[in-house]
């Protein structure tokens, strides 16, 4: 697989397609509920007083499970880190929050350039995070992370949500993508992986009305993710290829190894092909 043809695959998938995550918000069940954990003391908080306001594939092609919505005067944004953690995501947010702001404004017709100061709905930040906690913190932020605690211009401070003992709509959502990773641990990246994690899950009352409901459409949505793993995992041997042949071609050029030694430097490219290499460069000297 070439690289041109794994990028395309990749934007073609990635902009067709949303993710569990952002299915399951989508609904506005589950985002009041998703609401009401984070502020149980809004009893006033409906459906209709939800304002969806993600932003999809934010400056970039690939598809992020970043959230964002509107309550009660309060910009909401969530930002999943799956099982990897990266305090990148920071930067991530910071992209999104301005991204966000900027939409708003222009929605509401709000003149950034006027002598008015304009009104803006009250941030807040959240990271949530599928792997295990081990020592990370609960707070995490853009000058402590990547300034070490210098006093700089701008700040970004994000909550960091974890599994829990509660039942609420955000560690089922948790606990859901636990048990993905058990299940595709002892099956691959298969439809059976996705289907036994999605029965665990119902045994267990974990997210099971939106998984009764929408069995059908998490498999999908899990099976193209699994697609675009595989396509990027070629992509990067196709990366490392690329990079490990032009290696041996000046190692050959240099003529200071012999073919024996540069192939422990490089294994990934067979001895056979090395002698080709060799040969194409005798023919051009």
């Keep these: 697989m070439t690289q041109t043809t794994s990028t395309q695959e990749v934007k073609a998938k990635r902009t067709?397609?949303?993710?569990?995550?952002?299915?399951?918000?989508?609904?506005?069940?589950?985002?009041l509920a998703l609401y009401k954990t984070l502020h149980p003391e809004d009893t006033n908080a409906t459906e209709n007083s939800l304002t969806d306001v993600t932003i999809e594939n934010v400056m970039t092609d690939n598809l992020y499970n970043d959230l964002g919505f509107i309550a009660n005067n309060k910009l909401m944004i969530l930002v999943e880190a799956q099982s990897t953690w990266t305090l990148n995501i920071l930067i991530r947010i910071l992209l999104y929050l301005a991204e966000?702001?900027?939409?708003?404004?222009?929605?509401?017709?709000?003149?950034?350039?006027?002598?008015?100061?304009v009104k803006m709905p009250k941030p807040e930040l959240y990271v949530i995070f599928t792997g295990n906690r081990g020592r990370k913190p609960d707070i995490i932020s853009l000058s402590k992370e990547f300034f070490n605690g210098a006093d700089i211009d701008i700040e970004v401070k994000?909550?960091?949500?974890?599994?829990?003992?509660?039942?609420?709509?955000?560690?089922?959502?948790?606990i859901f993508c636990k048990v993905l990773d058990e299940q595709r641990e002892k099956f691959g990246m298969t439809e059976q992986a996705i289907r036994e994690a999605i029965r665990i899950c119902k045994d267990r009352n974990v997210l099971k009305e939106y998984l009764e409901r929408k069995e059908m459409e998490v498999v999908t949505i899990m099976m193209s993710l699994f697609d675009?793993?595989?396509?990027?995992?070629?992509?990067?041997?196709s990366e490392r290829y690329e990079a490990d042949r032009k290696t041996a071609e000046r190692m050959i050029k240099m003529?200071?190894?012999?073919?024996?030694?540069?192939?422990?430097?490089?294994?990934?490219?067979?001895?056979?092909?090395?002698?080709?290499?060799?040969?194409?460069?005798?023919?051009?000297?």
């Design 16 to 31: 067709a397609k949303n993710s569990v995550f952002l299915d399951l918000f989508k609904d506005k069940r589950y985002l």
């Design 100 to 117: 966000s702001y900027h939409k708003y404004f222009e929605q509401n017709g709000q003149n950034l350039y006027g002598s008015r100061k």
């Design 158 to 174: 994000a909550k960091v949500i974890y599994e829990s003992d509660t039942g609420d709509i955000i560690n089922q959502y948790i």
């Design 228 to 237: 675009d793993e595989k396509i990027m995992r070629n992509y990067g041997k």
């Design 255 to 285: 003529g200071k190894l012999s073919l024996e030694d540069i192939a422990l430097c490089v294994p990934s490219i067979p001895f056979d092909e090395l002698k080709e290499i060799e040969a194409e460069i005798m023919q051009l000297t």
